[in-house]
């Protein structure tokens, strides 16, 4: 448990997230997934899991530290129903309203189907096993980044330490 | 990096920080301190790095997320210039106003020796190394916890998850 940080996002989740860099991905996955050889499999080398949530608390989590990727036209997307593109289950939908506000605008998900689902979890970065007993709750997120402005560092903020506040080092 | 965390805290920080619990000390000690024996020795098995930032700037990181323990009386300890324990270098006195700002109140560091230093940093839950030149920027932190209301879980914040709002599990 941390100040300011969602309590769902435990050490080594935590840990996966900050660690990963501007276009990795994090697949979220319901209690069904085969999670644990897909989590051996990505760069993490274990599953993570959010136990006690469903998919759409554990997105609004995750997405409460993950800045989504804006150089791609999808940063997230869902599992596809089998043969039905269109098709949006509840638990989706649910999802797509906390990708909306975790991303600050709308950000519809497009759909993979599930054979390239399973392919893509496995080259994840990560891979979260949520609480969610519905199906289809299977997702996928590629990280952004919150970039510091491009400002003469004399003005703040490009540099994270103190020390050319203090102007006795280059 | 993450979206509201500060980019100071590493994954391995965040990791420790999140994984400490009420009562858990962090040893956060300069850039001459003998930190990779003490991290060794700590719960953690190994030092952790804030390399780029003083004191100051450290500990104002650290307590962005960390809550002091209000269980004691002296949650944050400062190691005492030897002989001399109502001396304040001026490394403590800004690393007095990050805590004081960190916990939202005058919150006075106390002395601890020197020699009795070295043994609570190595029996801590983890020892941060950071790049602070200047001597004695030496600090123990004790985690405490912001703990949720005892009010009905129905009126919401008890549980964490969306289970109950659900209300088809127990």
Redesign the interface.
């Known amino acids: ?5 969602d ?6 989740l ?6 990963m ?1 501007h276009g990795d991905e994090i697949a979220v996955v319901d209690a069904h997934y085969p999670a644990d050889a897909a989590g051996r499999a990505s760069s993490v080398g274990k599953a993570l899991r959010i136990d ?3 998919s ?2 554990a997105i609004k989590a995750i997405l ?4 989504l990727d804006s150089f791609v036209e999808s940063p997230a997307q869902r599992m596809m129903v089998d043969g039905q593109p269109d098709e949006w289950p509840h638990v989706q939908r649910e999802a797509q309203h906390e990708v909306d506000r975790g991303n600050g605008k709308p950000t519809p998900m497009t759909a993979v189907p599930r054979k390239t689902y399973y392919e893509r979890a496995r080259q994840a970065y990560a891979v979260v096993i949520t ?1 969610e007993t519905r199906g289809w709750g299977c997702f996928i997120f590629k990280k952004g ?2 970039v510091t402005p491009d400002v003469p560092s004399s003005e703040g903020r490009a540099h ?4 050319l506040a ?1 102007g006795d080092l280059p």
Chains 1, 2 share one sequence.
């Open positions: 448990m941390l100040r300011n940080i309590p769902l996002l435990t050490p080594d935590l840990h996966a997230l900050c660690a860099g006690g949530a469903d759409a608390r409460s530290v993950l800045p609480g980044l919150d994270i330490s103190s020390y203090r």
